[in-house]
């Protein structure tokens, strides 16, 4: 395509205006913001199956996946007529307008002011403090496989089906697998994420040696089962959004019977929209299937009876009631030397091994629990892009 300083796109039914189309989004393979474009629209009726009437955290690729982005949650105040909304509010207190992407000019629009991939809420613009979606994230460490993603997945399937529950897998596009599990919309933010929690201590209980629950990063091992991402205002990208690593891979849902030998690599923009016209989309009747939180609150309810109570929060949060005190454990000097029940996993965590801070006599100077060495704050590592 001619170098152009812009084109205008008609997308159902609206006038699109995509500025710069061949500005270079990923320079590896080359691909453009036109590129991005035209996966959306190839995608469009699948992704929007996770995204209709959602607030969407804009994460702005402004100058390509190389640079930082810029996480912008309320709309430029200049906007198409057309554009659809919803006006949220945060732990803060404050608010923010988002935006809802209900159809496939809302895709190409956002793509043009440099989003890449879509972070939508899990409760819907008619009543967002009920969602209707519980998230599933498996997030590796370090010394953890793949392999060890993939069959920490499988009992989460597991474990969501002796809850009657059915949860929808998909790739992270990245190092992690996420289960997204459409709920009825009775609960509120915080019961919500008590239950993701319940869900991740009895993930943990069935595979000690390669899923954890524990936020702090020195505890961990194997697979995190991120409860947190179910606290209010948390997002992940949907399905189908293209994620900023130098192949373009995307996150793609997946039958499960795919899971266990999935290659996320092979899960990219230039090869998802023909997967998805050779086999259909496995989430596609993904709203038909809302169940009900009742069991898993059970179970929170037996873990907190016998001394398993809340478990930290993110650090935006106000302090919660029943929180246990934010301090990384090997600072706490008060910390119990037992804790927890007879049959729940306690760190040290695979092999015996002891969190660094504690065999080294350190501090364990690093306070976020979120990010690592060498993690990319827009997903994906530096290691991949390394010859990038």
């Known amino acids: 395509m001619a170098k152009a300083e812009h084109v205008v796109l008609e997308i159902a039914g609206h006038e699109v205006r995509l500025s710069n189309p061949d500005k270079v989004y990923f320079p590896k393979p080359g691909w453009t913001k036109r590129h991005v474009v035209d996966y959306y629209l190839a995608v469009a009726d699948a992704a929007l199956v996770h995204l209709r009437d959602r607030p969407t955290v804009m994460k702005r690729f402004v100058k390509g996946i190389e640079e930082d982005p810029i996480w912008q949650k309320r709309v430029p105040k200049n906007t198409p007529d057309w554009l659809q909304t919803a006006t949220v509010s945060f732990p803060s207190g404050r608010t923010a307008t988002e935006l809802c992407p209900n159809d496939a000019a809302h895709l190409a629009w956002a793509v043009n002011l440099g989003v890449i991939d879509f972070n939508p809420w899990p409760a819907r613009r ?10 599933v994230d498996l997030d590796p460490t370090p010394e953890a496989s793949w392999d060890d993603v993939r069959r920490v997945a499988l009992v989460v399937d597991e474990t969501l089906r002796d809850h009657d529950l ?61 409860y947190n991402q179910n ?41 998802v929209p023909d997967r998805l016209r050779e086999h259909g989309d496995p989430a596609a009747d993904i709203d038909e299937h809302a169940g009900s939180l009742a069991k898993l609150l059970d179970l929170a309810q037996r873990d907190e009876e016998q001394g398993l109570g809340d478990a930290p929060w993110p650090p935006h949060f106000r302090k919660q009631k029943d929180e246990p005190k934010r301090v990384q454990p090997s600072r706490d000097r008060d910390r119990p030397k037992q804790p927890g029940r007879i049959g729940d996993p306690q760190p040290p965590g695979r092999g015996g091994r002891v969190p660094a801070a504690q065999a080294e006599g350190g501090s364990g100077t690093d306070e976020h629990p979120r990010r690592r060495p060498g993690e990319r704050t827009g997903q994906g590592y530096d290691d991949e892009f390394e010859d990038a």
Not at 243 to 253: E, G, W, Y
């Open 231 to 271: 606290a209010r205002d948390r997002t992940v990208a949907s399905a189908y959004s293209v994620r900023p690593t130098p192949d373009a891979r995307v996150s793609c849902p997946l039958a499960w019977d795919e899971v266990a030998d999935v290659d996320a690599r092979e899960l990219r923009l230039d090869t």
């Open 126 to 135: 008619d009543d967002l403090d009920h969602p209707d979606e519980l998230r």
């Open 166 to 226: 059915l949860g929808y897998p998909k790739t992270s596009g990245s190092k992690g697998i996420h289960v997204n599990v459409r709920v009825e919309r009775e609960h509120d933010f915080t019961t919500v994420r008590r239950a993701a929690l319940a869900l991740a201590r009895e993930v943990e209980r069935r595979a000690p040696e390669l899923a954890t629950s524990k936020w702090w990063k020195e505890e961990r091992h194997g697979v995190f089962v991120d």
